[in-house]
């Protein structure tokens, strides 16, 4: 977007790529940024149409930002306008699912060139992997839809061209770094909640908690889920032999490559069957009831499509029941119905299905869940219960738009947790155990999940790597339980930080080496040095102060961590940490007139509780 004169600019401030750290008041590492625009065209009224409009349709609702000048100081108004920028900044960066929780914070705002723009200084939350350029444009957008949001006449933006730019932002960050899946992004959002540390390392994957603490993952598994274990959940027909030769029920199957051998596969079995893709998941192409050979057909070459390798299944009766295994024990329980709508006693599926869209419709584009169909298969599965497009089901009633629940489709679920037999309990603890998993989602496919499998004729349909986890209102609010069985109390090891050189580098290593002759696996690191035990580690010469800390946070062998604050530069980036448990000055006597040491000092004692040292 070409930017002419008058119009806002942001701009990050340091180097290109620098790490975003921790500053007192962070709970996020931050990253300092620049805001310059003209204040001219911001008036009260539409500064306060603009909130209104985030708080009603985007759901972002407006805070005071700190440090706000009062109401008749000359940079209010426009103090307002950059927490507004944040606001919305703040929702396009949630909408793509970049982990940032936190709005940010005015640092400073005053005129600039004679009064007639302003500069404002703000620490927003790293990029967590989004490059510098789309940080930034991120808040030039947002800055820019804003401004020509609120003042009326020519020059406003419309909602529906507001609608369209933020669409298209979101577009051009889909899959790019920075941005983690949907079950990342609620995971880590629990653990910001909870008050958990936590860093982006590559390719979607998380670290949550410090050096032993720590708790790695992408989605809902993590290092305890082998890599066997996720191949083999990948082939149903392989997990469903595993099962079977473990004693545990899963369905009776046959695998086809051709339609011919479908057919056989079907006349073997017995109608009615199902037929499914060996390798797919999310529910694509799964046919299910199928009665007679006249559908069989164009079932198999549906999955053929998807798979080279084809499941012909015996028909199971029941509901599918996700049951969530996490570190080895249960998490919570779901029956997931297929999409559904409900009756009301006055209107037919067919307009209660229009209702439901038109309300989906109003929402904003990318808030809007999975529209209820009216298709050929919505029209078949409603004729399977009885009933018909033009029908006017009972008030409460549920109708089935679906033959099954799936990511694909959405679904109805309810919170059996309580109500699941401990037979069926166990059996999927050890169908995920049997796979190689400590975290997997086991579909238990039963007429009633308080009854055991063994007495209704249950089956383990599937045995899930990953599962979907925080999606909904359930599964979210077993999140927290989910971080307490994997992140060890706060996630944190103890950190002490000495600051200065060589009076703190000799400090330090007395600290260090005491830990270690008591058996602690401790580390210490400093400007061009960094120990794990006594053992030297060699490591690129050119790291930072920053990525050593950074490097020892990643090892999940440290248990203690020993810094020397030797380099003043840690104030431009701020440290990889939140909280020190101790801050030690020990300045040399040559070094503690220096200004670049002492505001080091300063921000040092904002992070941690503080022994000093240095020469008065």
């Not at 992997?129 to 401004?147: K, N, T």
């Not at 295994?325 to 559904?340: E, F, H, K, T």
């Not at 799936?406 to 919170?415: L, N, Q």
């Not at 007395?510 to 035990?533: E, F, K, S």
């Amino acid at each position: 977007m070409k930017r002419s004169p008058g119009e806002p600019i942001a701009k990050l401030l340091g180097p290109p790529d620098s790490p975003g750290g921790y500053r007192p008041g962070d709970r996020q590492q931050s990253r300092l940024m620049r805001l310059q625009f003209d204040a001219r065209h911001i008036d009260g009224q539409g500064l306060e149409r603009v909130a209104h409009w985030l708080n009603e349709r985007c759901a972002l609702h407006w805070a005071v930002p700190p440090r706000l000048p009062p109401a008749e100081h000359p940079s209010a108004l426009p103090a307002r306008f950059v927490g507004l920028v944040l606001l919305l900044a703040h929702g396009i960066r949630q909408w793509a699912r970049n982990p940032a929780f936190e709005p940010g914070r005015l640092l400073f705002i005053g005129p600039i060139r004679g009064g007639m723009r302003h500069e404002a200084r703000v620490a927003v939350p790293g990029g967590y992997g989004l490059p510098d350029h789309r940080l930034e444009s991120i808040y030039q957008h947002a800055a820019l839809m804003v401004l020509r949001g609120q003042p009326s006449g020519e020059s406003g933006l419309t909602e529906a061209s507001i609608i369209d730019r933020i669409s298209t932002i979101l577009s051009a960050l889909r899959g790019r770094p920075g941005v983690v899946s949907a079950t990342s992004f609620q995971v880590l959002n629990a653990a910001w909640q909870s008050g958990l540390p936590f860093m982006g390392l590559a390719g979607g994957i998380s670290q949550i908690g410090w050096g032993q603490r720590a708790f790695r993952s992408d989605r809902s598994n993590g290092s305890d889920d082998g890599a066997i274990g996720a191949l083999v959940s990948q082939d149903k027909a392989l997990t469903a032999e595993l099962l079977t030769r473990a004693g545990l029920p899963a369905p009776v199957h046959r695998v086809v490559t051709t339609l011919d051998e479908a057919r056989t596969a079907a006349r073997v079995l017995g109608f009615p069957i199902v037929i499914k893709p060996a390798n797919r998941d999310r529910g694509e192409g799964v046919t299910t009831r199928i009665d007679t050979p006249g559908p069989l057909d164009a079932a198999f070459r549906e999955a053929r499509q998807l798979s080279k390798r084809v499941l012909v299944e015996r028909q199971i009766e029941g509901v599918c029941h996700r049951i969530f295994i996490a570190r080895g024990q249960l998490l919570y329980v779901v029956r997931r119905d297929p999409q559904s709508i409900f009756g009301d006693g006055r209107h037919s599926i067919h307009s209660l299905i229009e209702h439901a869209n038109a309300l989906e419709a109003a929402r904003l584009p990318w808030m809007r869940g999975e529209p209820y169909p009216a298709d050929e298969l919505a029209v078949q599965t409603v004729f399977e219960q009885g009933l018909d497009m033009a029908s006017i089901p009972a008030a409460g009633r549920r109708v089935a738009l679906r033959p099954i629940e799936s990511t694909r489709w959405g679904g109805v679920d309810t919170d059996l947790t309580a109500h699941i037999h401990p037979d069926n309990t166990r059996a999927a603890i050890e169908a995920a155990r049997l796979i190689g998993l400590s975290n997997a989602g086991v579909d238990l496919i039963t007429t009633d999940i308080s009854v055991p499998w063994y007495q209704n004729g249950g089956v383990i349909n599937e045995v899930n790597f990953a599962p979907a986890l925080g999606l909904a209102d359930i599964s979210r609010s077993h999140l927290p339980e989910f971080l307490r069985r994997h992140v060890a109390q706060d996630g944190r090891i103890p950190i002490h930080m000495f600051v200065g050189r060589e009076q703190a580098a000799r400090q330090a290593d007395q600290r260090h080496q005491a830990l270690c002759a008591h058996g602690a696996r401790a580390g210490l690191t400093r400007t061009g040095l960094t120990r794990v035990g006594l053992h030297a580690l060699p490591q690129r010469p050119e790291m930072s102060l920053f990525d050593r800390i950074h490097a020892c946070l990643m090892r999940t062998d440290i248990e203690d961590l020993t810094i020397v604050a030797d380099d003043p530069s840690i104030l431009e980036s701020g440290l990889p940490v939140d909280r020190l448990d101790t801050v030690q000055v020990a300045f040399d006597e040559t070094l503690s007139a220096d200004v670049q040491w002492q505001a080091l000092a300063r921000m040092m004692r904002k992070l941690g509780p503080v022994r000093t040292d240095a020469p008065h």
